[in-house]
């Protein structure tokens, strides 16, 4: 089999935007970025003529939870009134009690349609189902690695259930690591937050993952409830608790961090810790907003995450872009290309994928081609806003992941939209009628 040359309008470089240059790929690596004259091609190629297209990186989603979108619309007779109160009343038992493996696979399966669809290529999923282990993970790969995209996988495990369920999540996580590493897809220790998980839990998690050389990733402030249950259990703020048990690393990975000092902020920046922020979902729990800028004046590494939440990841970007102008009255902050850099570049570098995030020979071949064809022109000056304001799922038309189409000319190529569409459907019509603990078989 040949190699892939995509002859584009522009690429979207490390060092900014390229005119008619393009891409080659052999194999699941990109041999060449370059002036489409310049690019190699032999008869048994495949040549893509994308003259009116963007060729970039795909994008990053640090944070899903695909179980999400049984949630999505659902009508539940609670009245949601704070955090707190959004998991205990609704979330933990309306959603998440209720998971098993038929309804763990209708979520995989439309998640990665909407991922693929929106441009990503790699992503980060949450799974929180006390009653959907053990399997549940491998449930998830099978149809990620179907799917075609690049994924870290993890079970939310936590004490909130009983010790006995906590240490079965653990097990499901330490166990898909060891079956995974190296691979696609793989696995990554997750827990909770300290208002369900003690010291010695906690401790145990990231020790489970360091022996296995993978990241631990916990929940970590996502709104005032849990500093103020850290204070009053443990007379400190959250990040100085895992920082006293030792928990804070270059291999950690924290996402949401809303509500987090100028002190906690030194000590994650100091530690290494890698961040994802859900701009989006943190609005919709009534969480706060995340102080992103401060976190980037650090120089912590930053990506983007959807939270299983809205998951046009366009929509997320503009959500980046657009509240911290708004909530620090301050339209400088934020640029376009930072947000960009978040959902490339620097998204993959805070979960640790070293060879994705960017397009540049000897990296893997994800990219994805956006149309161009804007009402004003894109140029090397605006092109990063042209992106992030006024481009959508729709204007993806290519998406590859490891050398492999998931979406040709619109059109998936792993997944039967339809008929993804259609299972999910039926599942959560069902869901949604049952009462609460029953089942879908």
């Keep these: ?18 005119r008619n240059w393009g891409v080659r790929v052999e194999g699941s690596r990109i041999d060449a970025v370059a002036a489409n004259g310049e690019l190699p091609v032999s008869p048994e190629d495949e040549v893509l003529e994308a003259p009116e297209h963007l060729i970039m990186p795909g994008f990053v989603n640090g944070h899903n939870h695909m179980y999400g979108f049984l949630s999505h619309g659902i009508t539940a007779e609670t009245m949601v009134t704070e955090f707190s109160s959004f998991l205990d009343d609704f979330w933990w038992p309306y959603v998440e009690n209720r ?14 349609v909407e991922m693929i669809d929106s441009g990503v290529t790699s992503f980060a999923d949450i ?55 190296g691979q696609n897809v793989q696995g990554l220790m997750s827990t909770h937050t300290l208002f369900t998980c003690d010291e010695s839990f906690t401790r145990q998690a990231k020790a489970l993952a360091a ?54 902020l030194d000590i994650l920046a100091r530690r290494g810790v890698r961040v994802v922020t859900m701009p989006l979902s943190n609005c919709e729990v009534g969480g706060g907003v995340a102080p992103v800028p401060q976190m980037l004046r650090r120089g912590m590494t930053v990506g983007l995450g959807t939270d299983g939440y809205v998951n046009n990841f366009f929509e ?18 934020m640029p376009a290309k930072t947000v960009v850099d978040m959902a490339t570049s620097m998204g993959a570098r805070a979960l640790h994928l070293t060879e994705t995030g960017s397009l ?37 038309t290519h998406v590859m992941a490891d050398g492999h189409w998931l979406k040709r000319d619109g059109k998936l190529t792993t997944l039967d939209r339809e008929r993804v569409r259609r299972e999910l459907a039926e599942v959560t019509d069902r869901f949604w009628k049952l009462q609460e603990g029953a089942d879908v078989k």
């Excluded at 993970?137 to 009983?162: K, P, T, Y």
């Excluded at 296995?212 to 009053?232: D, I, K, Q, Y």
């Excluded at 950690?252 to 809303?258: D, F, G, H, R």
């Excluded at 042209?386 to 729709?394: C, K, M, S, Y």
């Design 360 to 396: 540049e020979a000897g990296k893997l071949a994800d990219l994805i081609c956006v149309r161009m064809d804007t009402p004003t022109p894109i140029n090397e000056h605006n092109v990063y806003d042209q992106l992030v304001l006024f481009r959508n799922p729709g204007d993806v």
């Design 99 to 112: 998971l098993n493996h038929r309804l763990v696979a209708a979520t995989t399966a439309w998640a990665c």
């Design 211 to 264: 022996e296995r050389g993978g990241l631990t990733h916990m929940h970590l402030s996502e709104s005032v409830f849990e500093p103020n249950w850290c204070a009053e259990h443990y007379g400190k703020r959250p990040v100085e608790v895992y920082e006293e048990w030792g928990c804070l690393d270059e291999n950690t990975l924290a996402s949401q961090v809303v509500q987090a000092t100028e002190k906690e």
């Design 127 to 181: 799974l929180e189902g006390p009653n959907a282990i053990p399997g549940a993970l491998e449930v998830e790969r099978e149809i990620v690695e179907r799917a075609g995209l690049r994924g870290l996988l993890s079970f939310e495990a936590c004490q909130r259930i009983s010790e006995e369920n906590g240490q079965a999540g653990l097990r499901e996580n330490a166990s898909f690591m060891e079956r995974t590493a």
């Design 1 to 18: 089999m040949g190699a892939i040359i995509i002859h584009g309008g522009a690429v979207l470089t490390p060092d900014g935007l390229r």
């Design 316 to 333: 997320v970007m503009r959500g980046a872009f657009l509240i911290h102008k708004a909530y620090q009255q301050d339209p400088q902050v």
